[in-house]
């Protein structure tokens, strides 16, 4: 089993940043890719970016390419969201998830593992 959980949500004002993390415990072993994903309310969960733990491989969504970046700390088992230039359509719950293999995706499904998830808010 692994254990995800985010922190690091809050309002923001827009053009404002924020760092979200995510800390990784148990199994890590099951966790060779991690990705961030977002829910706004009333609408579908999407797909925000995802990092492989070993070789660093990176993809991001179109809508924050540039704005955001993933990155990941092996020592201490956490990833992290900078989130840069944000604007109120980024607004949503945002969630870390993890798969065993090594190879980054947009696709939910394939994920094992889900953190409960931070709240960004950005106003106007």
């Known amino acids: 089993q692994v254990q995800l959980v985010e922190s690091g949500g809050g309002l923001v004002q827009a053009g404002g940043s924020l760092r979200l993390s995510c800390a990784v415990s148990g199994r890590t072993s099951s966790s060779s890719t991690m990705a961030w994903f977002r829910q706004a309310p009333g609408k579908e969960r999407m797909f925000v970016a995802s990092i492989t733990w070993s070789g660093g491989s990176t993809y991001y969504a179109d809508s924050v390419k540039g704005r955001f970046t993933i990155s990941r700390d092996n020592a201490n088992n956490t990833v992290y969201l900078r989130m840069d230039s944000l604007k109120p359509e980024d607004t949503a719950v945002y969630s870390c998830?993890?798969?065993?293999?090594?190879?980054?995706?947009?696709?939910?499904?394939?994920?094992?593992?889900w953190g409960q998830g931070t709240q960004v808010t950005v106003k106007t």
């Open positions: 998830a993890a798969r065993a293999t090594a190879f980054v995706s947009d696709y939910d499904f394939i994920y094992d593992y």
